[in-house]
């Protein structure tokens, strides 16, 4: 959810940026994040969280 005090100034298509309170339900869909700086990406990082196992004992 974003709030934001003029809503009604975006439109379909228009970019934006939002820093969620609390990022890890966002990253752990994901395989990858893209990094932008100045406006380019630049690269990628992999979430390692992803490829984590939890092994129960019997």
């Known amino acids: 959810v974003?709030?934001?005090?003029?809503?009604?100034n975006?439109?379909?298509?228009?970019?934006?940026y939002a820093l969620p309170y609390h990022i890890c339900?966002?990253?752990a869909?994901?395989?990858r994040v893209y990094t932008i700086e100045e406006g380019k990406h630049t690269g990628y990082w992999e979430v390692e969280a992803r490829a984590y196992q939890i092994e129960l004992s019997k």
């Open 2 to 8: 974003v709030i934001y005090e003029k809503p009604n």
């Open 10 to 16: 975006f439109k379909v298509g228009d970019l934006f």
């Open 25 to 27: 339900p966002t990253v």
């Open 29 to 31: 869909k994901y395989n």
